[in-house]
């Protein structure tokens, strides 16, 4: 019955994501910020960390990746990727068109604008600190509607007016489940890998030398993103996610290269990607595990005094 | 007297960004959201959109970055970084034992968690939908002090209980100044170059290659952030800054190279970089302008016939 510490209140997105994961026994634990959601497993107070990553609707994700840097080392063992679908509620009994006000956190209300001018034309839309909190105004009277995750319907004693809400479709916001470090979780041919980097200089290039690193191991980037190494300007910690299980050969050999390379080097976790990805799951010629063995013996021969 | 659209209520980092590039006689225009923002520049109704493009306090800069990507194409002309330092406003008359209640935006609260646990223990952390609407809750009564940026004190008659405030030394935030396409800004000898690139085929070490481009013609990047392309898994968009002019000619060859490497490059702009940088202000040997003028002779030379 593993306890899971989520960026609340309840009926966050981020609460939607940690029940996808979550097993009915478990224990889900609304924490008021993402560093205090990731503070709490560090603390050993929850086992697993359920925070976003990318995208979000509801804060902000550079703070999470910062949080994520630095302190006791947590290792990703999942991700959830969920669409960016609101559900719209009411109070009980209230019709579209008596709704006045609307409320959500402006990042949700940015996203489903076209909606509400065309389904709620009246009403005026409000900024609420999260779409949980909306939810919670709505049921106090302080405001008609919430644009809210789908999840808050099962918490707050309001009537879904609308659901699959978005202006564009296909938006996704990904989330990862963190815990300490232990047993890696078993590569299922599919996954993802992220790590943290440092370069050990400032030159020009080196992010151009780390990231062929990656390719001539046939290695394919999923997301990179620079942030300001501890607010010194002109350093920087680089976010790379990419194809492939660090106990696989070739991804391996690419992490000791980056780690020959790099000041700093933080393994954030190997675990399985939410949606197995069509292209990109054949591994390269040259790059399979057999290749690296056949060459590892090759070369172990050709030291041994043997021509093969 | 240009009108200067900002990312509002009055009272906002965005604001104190405007404030910074604006001389006397500019309109500042504050507006609900950043796009909002874009969208009045765009439309002629201001000339000139301040936005958060980095490590925002107030808001989700990718948002900004996707609807920098998209529609009418709008060019940057400056940047203003501002330190992360926070002033705390309390109503007239309220001495520091008295404060019950301290709002701000949740991003500002979290980075101030520290100063308020040594300074204001009593006070009770509350989130607002932003800086400035904080300071607004103060006024009326709702909380005893708002965490604002520096430029809420010229605006609301609130007393300045303590000023420079920030957990971490160092923190800056980084606005653009963007208007309609038109006359570049002269190069300055430090300038920044932003650009928006989508690859022309998702193969593994697109990226990679790419940043060669720029390696081999000694240009230094300084930020990089890729974002899903329209929602669909696997595609990404790149935002990268870049040292340098594009009327230099190692970064308009290099540019020109990713233009024939993409299926979109969106050019951002190049401006004067807030901080003339002491390191990688030096053009690497060979990539000179006058390295390329006399490149370009010896060429010219061969291909007419004559060996220089």
């Known amino acids: 019955m593993p306890s899971i510490a989520y960026f609340g209140p309840q009926g966050t997105f981020s609460e ?6 979550a097993g009915d026994e478990d224990a889900l634990v609304p924490m008021r910020t993402v560093p205090l959601a990731l503070a709490a ?24 990746m910062d949080a994520l840097a630095v302190d006791e080392p947590l290792v990703a063992v999942a991700e959830v990727v969920l669409p960016v679908r609101f559900s719209v509620l009411v109070r009980p009994g209230l019709a579209a068109e008596e709704v006045r006000t609307v409320a959500s956190h402006p990042h949700a209300l940015a996203q489903v604008q076209g909606w509400l001018g065309e389904h709620l034309p009246a009403a005026s839309p409000t900024a609420a600190t999260s779409t949980a909190a909306a939810a919670v105004g709505v049921l106090e009277g302080e405001w008609d509607a ?3 995750a789908p999840v808050a319907a099962s918490h707050y004693a309001l009537s879904v007016l609308a659901t699959d809400v978005a202006d564009v479709d296909g938006a996704m916001t990904r989330f990862l489940l963190l815990r300490r470090p232990g047993e890696l979780p078993a590569p299922t041919g599919s996954d993802r890998t992220s790590i943290v980097v440092v370069a050990a200089a400032e030159r020009t290039g080196v992010l151009a030398e780390m990231l062929t690193e990656l390719a001539l191991r046939g290695i394919n980037l999923t997301r990179i993103e620079s942030r300001p190494h501890q607010g ?7 976010y790379l996610d990419l194809d492939g299980h660090v106990v696989e050969q070739r991804v ?9 390379r790099c000041q700093e ?5 190997s675990y399985p990607k939410a949606e197995p990805s069509l292209a990109g799951a054949a591994v390269l010629t040259g790059n399979t595990d057999h290749d690296y063995a056949a060459a590892g013996e090759w070369l172990a021969a050709v030291r041994g005094g043997s021509t093969p």
């Open 146 to 148: 919430a644009v809210t």
């Open 265 to 269: 080097l933080r393994f954030l976790g």
């Open 232 to 238: 010194q300007l002109g350093r920087y910690r680089f």
């Open 41 to 64: 497993v560090r603390a050993g107070e929850a086992d697993i960390a359920c925070v976003p990553v990318e995208n979000s609707v509801e804060g902000a994700v550079s703070a999470t």
């Open 16 to 21: 939607q994501a940690a029940r996808a994961h």
């Open 252 to 260: 391996g050999d690419a992490l000791a290269a980056l780690h020959r």
